[in-house]
């Protein structure tokens, strides 16, 4: 398993094909959850097309079902704030452990700030949810953390039912065929352009470097 604070992802060259952000609640055929908003809407801005790939893969989920956005494009001071205070969380639990531990067992759950695949609008937390927008189980709530779920939020977890992992793998299998790449600690986090993308697809660099703001 490759962390999001392996030196290699952090070597990857940047690079950024200017491909705009948008806004996904303009997208009437993609549902967007509101329990991540901020005033600015930063939550539900994407790039176009990763936005285009997510249209694809919902098109081939089995009727009745559709994906639900929860969080998408996220400023870097509020990454910084979610490592700095999972970091924290994790010195009170695991008093013992040294700076080089806390930052890479914070990487399972929340990236470092240096690396940030959701500052480049590439990336999307999202789950299944029927036409509804009743959530599907899928073994533990989006943004569990491993702290939390005992690793159950590991996208390839034993620790679920058999219906969850059906459902988790329901979710691989349409996001990987449109060329999305899954951060294998959190079932729930899918990317496309950035560095953990292009480490897993052996691109010489991304495709989305970080995005100031939307």
């Known amino acids: 398993m490759i962390l999001l604070s392996d030196r290699r992802i952090s070597a990857i060259a940047l690079g950024d094909t200017g491909e705009p952000m948008i806004d996904l609640r303009e997208i009437p055929e993609l549902r967007i959850d509101s329990r991540l908003a901020d005033p600015a809407g930063a939550y539900a801005h994407l ?12 098109r081939v989920l089995p009727d009745g079902l559709r994906l639900l956005i929860v969080e998408a494009y996220r400023p870097l001071r509020l990454q910084t704030t979610y490592f ?18 806390l930052h890479t067992e914070a990487s399972k759950y929340v990236s470092p700030p240096d690396v940030a695949p959701h500052s480049t609008g590439g990336t ?18 989006v943004n569990a953390s491993p702290l939390a779920s005992a690793d159950a939020c590991f ?3 034993p620790r679920i039912s058999a219906t969850a992992r059906e459902h988790r793998d329901l979710l691989s299998i349409v996001l990987s065929g449109v060329g999305l790449v899954n951060y294998p600690t959190e079932w729930w986090h899918w990317s496309y352009g950035d560095r953990y993308w292009a480490l897993q697809t052996r691109s010489a660099q991304t495709r989305y470097g970080p995005v100031a703001s939307v």
């Open 84 to 101: 700095e205070d999972y970091k924290a969380e994790l010195r009170t639990v695991h008093p013992g452990w040294d700076d080089d531990r």
């Open 47 to 58: 790039r176009e097309g990763v936005a285009h790939r997510l249209l694809d893969a919902q």
């Open 155 to 157: 996208t390839g977890s």
């Open 124 to 141: 999307v937390d999202l789950t299944l949810c029927t036409e509804q927008g009743l959530e599907l189980d899928m073994g533990t709530e």
